[in-house]
């Protein structure tokens, strides 16, 4: 009664029994099936898939293998099954008749199977595109932004990969990665031009199908080590900031599918997210670079001793991020065949903290050293750097002290000016801490700056400090609000009686370290200017600077 509709089924039908002959199928199924006929096997008429699912069919599992069943008692467990028949996908559904027999119908369900895949493939795809980009962007450092485009690429997009930079002076410096190895550096003296679409890629322009490239034109020296034979090429941009970051090369051994050209859109997308990765990573270490040689002017130097003088000093920003700041201290050594003469010392506070004001340090440094032809008069010196900062676009001031020193009868001899800033503090042999009875007027405010100059001496182990409020004015202690104060700064110095010049430093920064406890604080300066306990002996001949021993 119900093969008339079987028939007429839209599907292709086929039926059969439970001895594995088959009973009936329509003209779908026989166009489908080219074997199968009435009265034949299964196994003969179906594909094997569609076949060992007929014989499950009328089969349970006893003791660790299939037994048959009686006739008309076929599993109930019967599913749907897929598999392939040609080049299409079929999804078999089997239906039980009363008489035993199954009826099973089959639906072409590959365009299905092919959308699922593509939706699969696109999802992974997209994890793949997020995952790679957090990756690339994790860091700014540019040998490991390269490192990581070239070990993504092999692992994600084909056997092997080459991440390419700008071609220098030097030829070409690249990084070959394999799907299964660790990037490798390399740098060859060549042109880009050797290589079929890599001089266009690296000049940005779109890049060139695969299916143009001869992967026999590819060079040895671009084909990781042990790789073997190159079957498929694949040369794509990797875009930048307005400039192009270099080149990525994708290839594949030969006997692999070659590239399709889904597969190079997707690469192209790939390059897009490295090569911005790839263009911020250069931009910050340009920066960096830039930073880096700007910063070291502006760093206060390292200081030792000249003409039979100690000098040190010790700097510390108001924050940790920061390297420079408003605080500032130079030594300017007289010069080495001129004996006698003085070595000028200068230590100051710019108004404000952080770039701006380091930016401002750098100018006064610059302008006094251009000043240091008249360092013996430091009203004069003051007075030329006071009309700089007033006809300059700055609306910062500045707090300086400067200090003339040179030895003289196994004494230092000290000409010392305040502009606006804390006195300097002498330390005796005996422990006792003086004030310098200097004063003036901050530099860079007013038309005309005035300030008094004192003259002080310095025994044997006799050392003078200059500092910055941001000593004093350290708030912390066991409260966390107190200021340092002058009071402690005078114990503190007290204690260094007969110490060298960089122990007093070390001592000043380390107790004020220890008041503000990580708290916040600003600017911190010290310079210690010392009178060694030791004997001039004279230079060879009677010039020079000569040399000092105990």
Request: charge should be negative; include cysteine.
């Amino acid at each position: 009664m119900k093969r008339p509709v079987l028939r007429v089924a839209p599907y292709p039908v086929l039926v059969a029994d439970e001895h594995g002959v088959v009973r009936f199928l329509n003209d779908t199924a026989s166009a489908l099936l080219p074997h199968a006929r009435p009265g034949a096997k299964v196994t003969d008429a179906a594909p094997e898939w569609l076949a060992a699912a007929h014989q499950a069919l009328f089969a349970v599992p006893v003791g660790g293998r299939d037994v048959a069943l009686p006739a008309g008692e076929a599993s109930s467990a019967g599913r749907a099954v897929r598999g392939e028949i040609g080049e299409r996908s079929f999804e078999a559904h089997p239906t039980h008749e009363e008489t035993g027999e199954v009826v099973w119908w089959l639906v072409d369900d590959t365009d299905h199977l092919l959308a699922r895949r593509a939706l699969r493939m696109e999802r992974e795809r997209t994890a793949f595109l997020g995952d790679a980009s957090n990756a690339l962007l994790s860091s700014l450092n540019l040998d490991r932004c390269t490192m990581t485009t070239a070990r993504l690429a092999a692992g994600h997009l084909a056997d092997a990969a080459v991440v390419i930079d700008q071609p220098a002076r030097r030829g070409l410096a690249m990084v070959l990665c394999t799907r299964d190895g660790e990037p490798v550096r390399r740098q060859v003296g060549v042109e880009p031009d050797l290589v079929p679409g890599l001089l266009e890629a690296l000049q940005g322009f779109p890049p060139v199908p695969s299916r143009w490239i001869d992967p026999a034109a590819t060079p040895a020296w671009m084909v990781p080590e042990d790789f073997g034979t190159v079957g498929s090429v694949v040369v794509t941009p990797l875009p930048g900031h307005g400039v192009p970051a270099g080149a990525l090369v994708l290839m594949r051994r030969a006997g692999e599918a070659p590239f399709t050209e889904n597969e190079e859109v997707f690469a192209r997308l790939f390059a897009a997210r490295a090569g911005a990765a790839l263009s911020a990573a250069k931009l910050y270490a340009e920066q960096s670079s830039i930073t880096e040689t700007l910063m070291r002017e502006l760093l206060p130097p390292v200081l030792h001793d000249v003409s039979g003088v100690e000098f040190a000093g010790a700097y510390r920003p108001a924050a940790e991020s920061d390297r420079v700041g408003g605080d500032f201290y130079d030594v300017h050594p007289a010069p080495a065949d001129a004996e006698g003469q003085e070595s000028l010392v200068i230590l100051g506070d710019v108004c404000g903290k952080g770039l701006e004001a380091a930016v401002l340090t750098g100018k006064i440094r610059n302008t006094l050293h251009a000043l240091l032809p008249m360092a013996d008069d430091h009203q004069r010196v003051l007075s030329l750097l006071n009309g700089a900062l007033l006809n300059s676009h700055h609306t910062r001031f500045a707090t300086l002290v400067l200090a003339s020193a040179v030895r003289h009868a196994g004494r230092v001899r000290l000409r010392l000016t305040s502009a606006g800033h804390p006195a300097p503090l002498i330390v005796r042999a005996d422990g006792h801490v003086e004030e310098a009875h200097t004063r003036g007027t901050l530099v860079g405010a007013l038309p005309e700056v005035t300030a008094v100059t004192v003259e002080a001496s310095l025994a044997p182990g006799e050392t003078c400090v200059l500092f910055t409020d941001g000593i004093t004015e350290a708030k912390g202690g066991p409260l966390g609000g107190d200021l340092y104060g002058e009071e402690r700064l005078h114990s503190a110095l007290s204690e260094c009686a007969g110490m060298p010049a960089e122990a007093v430093v070390e001592h000043v920064q380390m107790l004020a370290s220890e008041w503000v406890r990580g708290g916040r604080h600003d600017d911190m300066a010290v310079v210690a200017i010392t009178a060694p306990r030791n004997n001039h002996l004279s230079a060879v001949g009677g010039r020079g600077p000569g040399r000092f021993t105990a």
